[in-house]
């Protein structure tokens, strides 16, 4: 079989087949007939009635009544791309035979899709919401699906109840409001009900439900799984995804703002990462339990609502998946890409997760509606690059002939063929598992604590993050119309925290609880704080230099050539698209205008020196805000020579920047200033401010009133 880069462009050779390139070619009707009018109708005279006759024109305006397919129930809105996956070793061969986890000379194709869960298609990409991170890997055993979120674990138990909690989270059935938001009082009544969602809940009001990039956040397989060996022996799993850019989230006003400046935020990141070759990367990891162990945790490894804390069962690293290329048509390719937790190759099986075992069965029937009929693995995105020989046949969209006069197992007219693969190594083998039990519709006990999870996610959190997450559910609840509901959630957020729930119902008017229900149990889990482990990559962070007139391009040139050294995007955002003059009357090209850009595009924001520059920039209203909004939101903010001057303007307080005359370098809270300009500018300039962007933000930043 094909290995290492050969396997890796397999899955695209296969997609050039289907590809078509309108360079060079004329406008044919469906039928191949060449048009040569296609902008009026055929009519009775100049003037007269359209003839039904014109078969160009229905056919125009039927192909364009029939464009739309059904949006996917949940995870409608998205953005996906092609890339490899590349085992480091042959360590997990002990514990698997899937070879792509297990041949490090194997590159294998894979596309993956990014999304939303609540919003429609046409819906923001920066709303507080769960990420979708789901993973086709197109082996050479066949197609295998990793459906995962960025979050590891779920709102519920047991998939009976998906349906419920999509409508609760969905917007209002008699108004359809509203869009891709949670606040909204049916998803907190569910939640204020549901008690086993609490854990999940916390998640979603983390800082985790608003990744600043899809190449910043991490997957997770969320069920335990299970790896199967080549002699049949099963180990549980849980699959990580760690970004190799480090774990990184907005401000919820960012998201606000961003959501009107930019709806295609995470989206265009990520085209645009590919499209400049800054590939994105995550690193695969597996927490794998012996099957001996199944009893030994406080916890169900059934229940998807319960992570195994990384302090107790390491993630080992597995391999690295790298996606380095656009689809070419999106509604082809990122829409009609048909994920399936059931789609596993030998190696891999599933576990008696609840959740699991009902998404196994809806991912299949939901394509069904959504793509048409069966025969939705033959649309190029989803085809395996393994040959699919078998008796199935027919049905809406058949775009293959298959040959011959017999569709049935065993024959005899057809050769007996397809052959039945027998002992074939390949061949998928159901991992054996001896069940037995009485028919019952029942929750199991060791599912019933719903607490001590969301306590220990809460404990795991620095202050800022804990801020961030009171701010979230005062917001959320904040929008509850219906006063019970916010009290019932009150109360269950006091049997995860006291504090939590009494700083909570603070802020919206309920009276918070007297009483601690249970006691907080302070256990902890690190891992699970993001600010914990910061990266020291500046890589494709992006900067705004604001320029105007009079720019020092020298000073300006050698901070952004430090930055760009290191990774990097520098853009030079001006008064108006176009041009600015530098100082010595050079023409400066600048990438944009400050009309069509806002500072949440922006990781960090550099202001140069030059006397009118300061003047312009000082006096500019849009300018102040957005270096005001950059210091709210933590980010590093540099300024050098007579720019200094225009963070005063912008109003920012409470941090030291440099004098007039001081030319060293002085950083306070992810402010770098320095008096010293053009040829004067020194290194440690540029080294200093891409230190403070690699930290993401300076969380202790003095807050403007
Ligand atoms: Fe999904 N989910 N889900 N889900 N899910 C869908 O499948 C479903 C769950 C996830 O980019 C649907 O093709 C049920 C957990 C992702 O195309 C649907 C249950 C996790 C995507 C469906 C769950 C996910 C989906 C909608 C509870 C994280 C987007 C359209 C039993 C591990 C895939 C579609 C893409 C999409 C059902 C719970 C992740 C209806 C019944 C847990 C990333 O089949």
Redesign the pocket.
């Known amino acids: 079989m094909a290995s290492d880069d050969l396997s890796h462009d397999r899955k695209q050779e296969q997609l050039d087949a289907y590809r078509v390139d309108p360079a060079g070619t004329r406008l044919t009707t469906d039928q191949g007939v060449l048009v040569d009018h296609t902008d009026d109708y055929l009519t009775v005279g100049e003037r007269g009635p359209t003839l039904l006759e014109d078969f160009h024109a229905r056919e125009k305006i039927t192909r364009f009544d029939h464009e739309r397919i059904p949006e996917?129930?949940?995870?409608a809105r998205?953005a996906g791309a092609y890339g490899f996956f590349q085992a480091y070793d042959t360590s997990l061969a002990e514990f698997t035979c899937a070879r792509f986890l297990t041949d490090p000379a194997l590159r294998t194709p894979v596309f993956v899709?990014f999304?939303t869960v609540a919003g429609s298609r046409g819906s923001a990409d920066t709303v507080r919401d769960v990420r979708?991170?789901?993973t086709k890997f197109y082996t050479e055993q066949g197609n295998y699906d990793l459906?995962?979120?960025n979050m590891p674990v779920?709102f519920i138990q047991d998939?009976i109840k998906?349906p419920d909690f999509v409508h609760a989270v969905k917007p209002e059935p008699h108004n359809e409001i509203p869009q891709a938001q949670s606040a909204h009082d049916t998803f907190w009544d569910f939640v204020s009900l549901q008690p086993e969602s609490l854990h999940m809940v916390m998640w979603l009001m983390s800082d985790r439900a608003l990744p600043r990039s899809y190449r910043m956040m991490q997957g997770f397989?969320?069920?335990t799984f299970r790896l199967v060996n080549a002699d049949g022996r099963g180990t549980f799993v849980k699959f990580h995804w760690k970004p190799a850019l480090g774990t990184h989230s907005l401000l919820w006003e960012e998201c606000q703002q961003l959501a009107g400046a930019d709806p295609d935020f995470n989206r265009r990141d990520l085209w645009e990462a590919i499209e400049s070759g800054q590939y994105p990367e995550w690193e695969l990891g597996v927490q794998l339990v012996p099957e001996s162990d199944e009893f030994a945790f406080d916890f169900d490894l059934l229940d998807?609502t319960k992570i195994i804390p990384e302090e107790q069962v390491p993630v080992r690293p597995v391999g690295r998946l790298v996606l380095d290329r656009n689809p070419q048509n999106f509604f082809a390719e990122t829409e009609q890409?048909?994920?399936h937790t059931a789609n596993i190759v030998p190696g891999i099986d599933f576990t008696n997760d609840p959740?699991l075992q009902?998404?196994n069965f809806?991912?299949l029937d939901?394509?069904l509606i959504?793509l048409g009929g069966p025969n939705f693995a033959q649309i190029p995105v989803n085809r395996p690059v393994t040959p699919v020989t078998n008796n199935n046949r027919d049905g809406y969209h058949q775009t293959q002939i298959p040959a011959g006069r017999t569709a049935y197992t065993k024959n005899s007219l057809g050769g007996g063929c397809p052959a039945i693969a027998g002992d074939f190594p390949e061949v998928f083998k159901h991992y054996q598992e001896k069940v037995e039990g009485h028919k019952i519709r029942r929750r199991a006990a060791s599912f019933q604590d719903f607490y001590s999870q969301a306590t220990l996610f809460w404990n795991s959190m620095s202050e800022v993050e804990r801020e961030h997450i009171v701010d979230a559910f005062r917001f959320e609840l904040g929008k509850c119309a219906d006063t019970g509901v916010r009290e019932r959630v009150v109360e269950r957020l006091n049997a995860v925290d006291h504090g939590l729930a009494r700083l909570v119902a603070q802020g919206i008017g309920v009276t918070p609880p007297e009483q601690e229900v249970t006691p907080n149990h302070g256990r902890s889990s690190p891992a699970l704080s993001q600010l914990l482990a910061p990266t020291d990559s500046i890589a494709t962070r992006k900067v705004a230099a604001l320029v105007a007139d009079g720019v020092d391009a020298v000073g300006l040139g050698r901070v952004a050539d430090a930055l760009r050294e290191r990774g990097a995007v520098v853009e030079l955002i001006g008064p108006v698209d176009g041009a600015v003059a530098d100082a010595d009357g050079g023409q400066v090209p600048v990438d944009r205008g400050i009309n069509t850009v806002a500072s949440g595009f922006f990781d960090a924001v550099l202001v140069p020196c030059g006397p009118d520059v300061v003047r312009a920039l000082s006096g500019d209203g849009r300018v102040a805000r957005f270096v005001n909004e950059a210091f709210r939101h933590g980010k590093a903010i540099a300024a050098f020579g007579g720019g200094v001057d225009v963070l005063g303007a912008a109003g920012l307080r409470g941090v030291r920047v440099a004098a007039t005359d001081e030319t060293s370098v002085v950083a306070e809270h992810g402010v770098v200033t320095t008096a010293a300009a053009a040829g004067d500018l020194g290194d440690d300039f540029g080294a200093a401010f891409a230190s403070e962007i690699a930290l993401h933000r300076a969380w202790d930043r003095p807050k403007l009133p």
């Open positions: 996917r129930v949940v995870h998205g899709r999304s979708g991170f789901a459906v995962a979120n779920f998939g998906f397989g969320v069920h998807a890409v048909a994920f959740l009902a998404r809806s991912y939901t394509q959504r």
